[in-house]
């Protein structure tokens, strides 16, 4: 089936610094959405991107649909023990069934305080 | 407002036996969806709704039935467990596909 490659698959970082991750993909979408984990518990949409180029902010969290649509970036500034967590992205293919969304492996944040 | 509900939240099963997952939303949601989530697999999509009455595969529908009678509940159901189904399961819904809102999850070992 169709892949998002998510990277990177994880990170450990220092509180206060700025976090980035990316989902590509060699096909077209048409929406990207990003969702965070906690241990435990479901996924929480953060952020959802409807149009080529489009730049959306939540927060510290900031997240773009790429030109091209065929990748998208979240950014975190200054990330705080509470950031910790999988996030993914998650694409609604160009064409694709209806229902369906293609969601990428995940990126496993660690914050050291 | 509850959101997503999923019973049970932990199930142990025997290889063969049978079991029903509930998903209950109180967002007059049209769609509905059921997930597995295994270990660096990220969400896998088995079965959705697109509403109350209607059901469609998803990517890894094998082995699962589904049944979406009323609007707020979706069911899914193993009807002869094996291990490659231990899993965590999680329903979301949406009012339209793209912005899914998920329960917390229901955590299935098979033995």
């Known amino acids: 089936g169709q892949q998002l490659n998510q990277s990177p698959q994880s990170m450990f970082i220092q509180e206060g610094e700025d976090v980035s991750m990316n989902c590509t993909s060699s096909?077209?979408?048409?929406?990207w959405l990003w969702y965070k984990q906690d241990p435990g518990e479901g996924p929480v949409l953060l952020i959802a991107?409807?149009?080529?180029?489009e730049l959306t902010s939540n927060g510290r969290l900031t997240a773009q649909f790429g030109i091209t649509r065929k990748d998208s970036f979240l950014n975190i500034s200054a990330s705080i023990p509470s950031d910790v967590g999988i996030y993914f992205c998650?694409?609604?293919?160009?064409?694709?069934?209806?229902?369906?969304?293609?969601f990428g492996k995940g990126t496993k944040l660690s914050v050291k305080p | 407002n509850a959101g997503v509900t999923q019973t049970p939240k932990f199930r142990v099963l025997k290889t063969g036996q049978s079991m029903t997952l509930l998903c209950a939303q109180d967002?007059?949601?049209?769609?509905m969806y059921w997930y597995r989530q295994d270990p660096g697999m990220g969400l896998r999509l088995i079965h959705y709704?697109?509403?109350?009455?209607?059901?469609a595969k998803g990517e890894v529908p094998d082995g699962y039935n589904v049944s979406r009678l009323k609007k707020q509940n979706f069911l899914l159901g193993l009807e002869s467990a094996a291990p490659s189904q231990t899993s965590v399961y999680f329903c979301?819904?949406?009012?339209?596909?793209?912005?899914?809102?998920f329960g917390p999850g229901t955590r299935l070992t098979v033995t």
């Open positions: 979301a819904s949406s009012i339209w596909v793209y912005e899914q809102y």
């Open positions: 096909s077209i979408f048409n929406t």
């Open positions: 991107l409807y149009k080529a180029g």
């Open positions: 998650a694409g609604q293919l160009s064409g694709g069934s209806q229902g369906n969304l293609i």
């Open positions: 967002m007059n949601h049209e769609y």
């Open positions: 709704s697109v509403g109350e009455g209607t059901t």
